[in-house]
């Protein structure tokens, strides 16, 4: 059983399309992210959610719209998709516990190219 | 905010030998450092992990140490094995977001 499972796995579409990506965590976790790896292998965080409640937002464009229907949810909407936005885009969870961070757990990836 | 070093960024060693990559970060309050592994075409798998209030931990092969005063930590392989190559990254964190290095890619040849 898939820890963190996301969907697609692969996603080819046009320059100025929309498009959503999708994570499920069946670990319990209360904490979700949303992280981009680029071509040169770079992690870097988009978005973080603990309980459905946005905690993070790092400096993403505002086309990247996250969304939490439940805390073991959380989905990654594009609009109007550039050249730029082509790369790995990992979901990842952890538990909440009380001082923050705790050990974090990811998704197999999805892979985004924007032709 | 939290910038994290890494070197070397690729590192090619014998089966048997050992590995050691090491990493800096910037800010003081960091206090939470796991390293990840990732194969080709896999999500990053956490491998070991270790917190400000220790400064040392071992899992088989594979060792964490961390010097807080100089704001360094490095991971260490010892017996490495063709299946232990792959891409690693340290990353250190605050509070809820890991900042990541930009990766070690480790070759291992039999």
């Known amino acids: 059983d898939t820890a963190v499972s996301q969907t697609p796995k692969y996603l080819v579409t046009q320059m100025g399309n929309d498009k959503s990506i999708k994570c499920e965590q069946n670990l319990g976790h209360d904490t979700m992210y949303w992280y981009k790896q680029d071509s040169k292998k770079f992690l870097k965080i988009m978005f973080s959610?603990?309980?459905?409640?946005?905690?993070i937002n790092e400096t993403v464009p505002n086309r990247f719209s996250p969304k939490s229907p439940d805390k073991a949810h959380l989905n990654l909407h594009i609009n109007s998709l550039e050249l730029g936005d082509s790369a790995v885009y990992f979901c990842?969870?952890?538990?909440?516990?009380?001082?923050?961070?705790?050990?974090?757990?990811f998704g197999p990836g999805t892979r985004l190219l924007v032709l | 905010g939290e910038n994290v070093e890494q070197h070397p960024s690729t590192l090619s060693v014998q089966e048997g030998d050992s590995a050691v990559i090491k990493c800096t970060y910037s800010d003081s309050a960091s206090n939470y450092f796991p390293w990840y592994k990732q194969e080709l075409g896999k999500g990053p798998q956490l491998i070991i992990d270790?917190?400000?209030?220790?400064g040392e931990k071992k899992d088989q092969r594979i060792a964490v140490t961390l010097n807080k005063t100089a704001k360094h930590f490095s991971l260490h392989i010892t017996e490495t094995q063709p299946e232990d190559s792959a891409v690693y990254f340290c990353a250190a964190s605050i509070g809820y977001a890991l900042n990541f290095g930009k990766g070690t890619s480790l070759l291992v040849t039999p």
């Open positions: 990842a969870s952890s538990p909440r516990l009380a001082g923050g961070v705790e050990t974090q757990y």
């Open positions: 959610y603990n309980n459905k409640e946005l905690i």
């Open positions: 270790i917190r400000s209030n220790v």
